[in-house]
């Protein structure tokens, strides 16, 4: 895993994994015969240390605003702790089937979360938009902490839903 975070899957063979372990070759190749069975292997072992939000972040929200900012924070929580080693399966996505399949089912959840936040498709829309990777990266150049960066979500979807009303906009700051 950690070859994969600091190379990328592509860039890592099963030599540098035996090298990495201090093992031969062979050993590796016959716990993984195939280089998708360790991608596989990986890709578990980082869904048990690091799982992805799941509704239950939305548990003892008091409004929809609240479940925006609690979805928002735990997935930029959540990019944090990937960490760059999530910028090489992107990359890797479209050479390697195991990955995008991977991807594929991440994206898939991300939308069913923010989709158990709000209701409004257009809405939901926005929020993956803005809960993304990207966004995280975006949000946190300036040093934003992934609390900060929930509550400016949250803040922004809220005044597009109150229509940008002045009570609303005291009650979220």
């Keep these: 895993m950690a070859l994969h975070d600091e190379q990328g899957i592509s860039a890592t063979s099963l030599r540098h994994v035996a090298g ?4 031969a070759p062979s050993t590796v190749s016959q716990h993984f015969p195939r280089m998708g069975d360790l ?8 869904s048990d240390l690091a799982p992805m ?8 929200a ?20 990937l960490g760059p080693g999530f910028d090489h399966l992107r990359i890797d996505r479209r050479r390697i089937p195991d990955v ?19 209701t409004h498709p257009t809405r939901v829309d926005l929020l993956v938009a803005l809960t993304t990777a ?10 934003v902490t992934p609390r ?3 509550w400016r979500v949250a803040q922004l979807i809220g005044q597009d839903m109150a229509g940008g009303s002045a009570t609303t906009k005291e009650r979220l700051h």
């Design 100 to 118: 995008e399949a991977w991807l594929t089912d991440i994206d898939r959840r991300h939308r069913a979360l923010a989709a158990a936040a709000l």
């Design 39 to 46: 991608i596989r292997a990986c890709g578990e072992l980082s």
């Design 148 to 150: 900060e960066a929930g």
């Design 53 to 60: 939000p799941d509704p239950a972040v939305l548990d003892g």
């Design 62 to 81: 008091t409004d929809v605003v609240d479940k925006i900012r609690r979805m928002a924070t735990a997935m930029f929580e959540w990019w944090e702790l």
């Design 134 to 143: 990207d966004g995280w990266h975006a949000l946190r150049a300036p040093g």
């Design 20 to 23: 990495r372990a201090g093992v």
